[in-house]
């Protein structure tokens, strides 16, 4: 950890300044030949040159083995029937997929487009999938469609969720109320994704952060303007190494905006992992 510190931080915020003027696709990040890129996908389209991320073979079985763990911390087994929105056009989305097939769960799998709400809200009418899948944005959308368009109370559909995973986001205490009172009466887990560092994290059923997979990843709080490392139980900037990916891998890439302390006690749920607490 003491050699680490020796790194200098990757602001996110500076890297997405950077790739328009050093004019390289995957941002100075990829490590490997492009014959061993397995996967890539864009980020950021913001900047004029979209910045890449790639993954090798293994690094994206390795990813779907994370994503097995996270799904299973959040009760979904064996023939379970898990709704997925997704969008078709991002390939890393497919890895949820690859994932949860390898639990031996079923996925209704259904496009995440507001136009799609309708659709999705007299599938689930019919089939009843117990985990719910999927940014907020369509969640929202569902819940409009009920009120709008169908004429129903959006709870008499989405009370067949006991689980409920948002993607995209952190959920915020705020938010889990809103969707609650609109008729998402499930058990709200709260999951980080970040496609540029590869990360993914969850909390368990005792709902106190979020499990750092370390064998995955060295999670830090830092300050981003001075690089000092925040102690156990400070706030700090959520900063992310990527341990094992080989294709686009990150040395300390901060989310200056995204505030955490780092919490190093047991979990009550017996897990040994320190865990990722968001302060705002
Ligand atoms: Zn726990």
Same mark, same amino acid.
């Given at each position: 950890?003491?050699?680490?510190?020796?790194?200098?931080?990757?602001?996110?915020?500076?890297?997405?300044?950077?790739?328009?003027?050093?004019?390289?696709l995957?941002?100075?990040?990829?490590?490997?030949?492009?014959?061993?890129?397995? /996967?890539?996908?864009?980020?950021?389209?913001?900047?004029k +040159?979209?910045?890449f991320?790639?993954?090798?073979?293994?690094?994206?079985?390795?990813?779907?083995?994370?994503?097995?763990?996270?799904?299973? =911390?959040a009760?979904?087994?064996?023939?379970?029937?898990?709704? +997925?929105?997704?969008?078709?056009i991002? &390939?890393?989305?497919?890895?949820f997929?690859?994932?949860?097939?390898?639990?031996?769960?079923?996925?209704?799998?259904?496009?995440r487009?507001a136009?799609?709400?309708?659709?999705?809200?007299?599938? &689930?009418?019919?089939?009843?999938?117990?985990?719910?899948i999927?940014?907020?944005?369509?969640? /929202?959308? =569902?819940?409009?469609? $009920?009120?709008?368009?169908?004429?129903?109370?959006?709870?008499?559909?989405?009370?067949?969720?006991?689980?409920?995973i948002?993607?995209?986001?952190?959920?915020?205490?705020?938010? *889990?109320?809103?969707?609650?009172?609109?008729?998402?009466?499930?058990?709200?887990?709260?999951? /980080?994704?970040?496609?540029?560092?590869?990360?993914f994290?969850?909390? $368990?059923?005792?709902?106190?952060?979020l499990?750092?997979?370390?064998?995955?990843?060295?999670?830090?709080?830092?300050?981003?303007?001075?690089?000092? +490392?925040?102690?156990?139980g400070?706030?700090?900037?959520?900063?992310?190494?990527?341990?094992?990916?080989?294709?686009?891998?990150?040395?300390?890439?901060?989310?200056?905006?995204?505030?955490i302390?780092?919490? *190093?006690?047991? $979990?009550? $749920?017996?897990?040994?992992?320190?865990?990722?607490?968001?302060?705002?």
């Amino acid at each position: 950890m003491e050699d680490l510190n020796k790194i200098p931080l990757t602001i996110f915020k500076e890297m997405k300044k950077e790739i328009d003027k050093i004019n390289d696709l995957f941002c100075g990040n990829l490590t490997v030949d492009w014959e061993h890129v397995y /996967r890539f996908a864009p980020d950021f389209f913001e900047a004029k +040159v979209p910045n890449f991320i790639a993954y090798t073979e293994n690094d994206w079985n390795l990813l779907s083995n994370l994503l097995t763990r996270i799904w299973y =911390m959040a009760g979904i087994h064996t023939g379970d029937l898990v709704h +997925v929105l997704t969008s078709e056009i991002d &390939i890393r989305q497919r890895i949820f997929f690859q994932s949860l097939s390898q639990i031996g769960a079923i996925t209704l799998n259904c496009m995440r487009q507001a136009m799609d709400a309708k659709r999705i809200m007299i599938t &689930i009418k019919h089939l009843k999938p117990p985990f719910f899948i999927g940014p907020p944005a369509m969640a /929202r959308a =569902m819940i409009n469609v $009920c009120n709008f368009e169908l004429n129903v109370d959006p709870a008499e559909y989405l009370k067949c969720y006991k689980t409920v995973i948002f993607t995209e986001k952190t959920l915020k205490e705020e938010h *889990k109320e809103f969707f609650k009172e609109k008729g998402f009466l499930g058990e709200f887990f709260q999951f /980080r994704h970040n496609d540029i560092a590869s990360f993914f994290a969850i909390d $368990c059923e005792q709902h106190q952060g979020l499990h750092i997979p370390e064998d995955f990843y060295i999670v830090e709080a830092v300050n981003p303007k001075t690089g000092e +490392v925040m102690n156990e139980g400070e706030e700090g900037s959520l900063s992310i190494t990527n341990l094992l990916f080989r294709a686009t891998p990150q040395l300390r890439f901060t989310l200056s905006k995204e505030k955490i302390k780092i919490l *190093k006690d047991p $979990c009550p $749920c017996g897990r040994t992992t320190a865990r990722i607490v968001y302060t705002k």
